[in-house]
Nanobody
Framework: QVQLVESGGGVVQPGESLRLSCAAS????????MSWYRQAPGKEREWVAT????????DYADSLKGRFTISRDNAKNMVYLQMSGLKPDDTAVYYC?????WGQGTQVTVSS
């Protein structure tokens, strides 16, 4: 079955960077669009970014363009989210989204 496992979250200070990883298994990874979402405390889950199967197209939430970068390695069945210039408002649980499935999430906390 589809399995998505996120990692790389943690506590960082404003302005710092962090890279999240998502390890995928149970499906033909290289043929699926992958996405990242996040859910802040007390808020609904929101879409962050999406990458097409070959990585040829990447889309981002308007508010995150220029700070977040999604990428993938089809040889390793991995999708990544590079986050820079982190702000306290980026504090959330970040989720990897694949075909009909979610990962368990990884917590990112941005605090001074």
């Amino acid at each position: 079955q589809v399995q998505l496992v996120e990692s790389g979250g943690g506590v960082v200070q404003p302005g710092e960077s962090l890279r999240l990883s998502c390890a995928a298994s149970g499906f033909t990874f290289s043929t699926y669009t992958m996405s990242w979402y996040r859910q802040a405390p007390g808020k609904e889950r929101e879409w962050v970014a999406t990458i097409t199967p070959t990585g040829g197209r990447k889309d981002y939430a308007d508010s995150l363009k220029g700070r977040f970068t999604i990428s993938r390695d089809n040889a390793k069945n991995m999708v990544y989210l590079q986050m820079s210039g982190l702000k306290p408002d980026d504090t959330a649980v970040y989720y990897c989204r694949g075909p009909g499935s979610w990962g368990q999430g990884t917590q990112v906390t941005v605090s001074s």
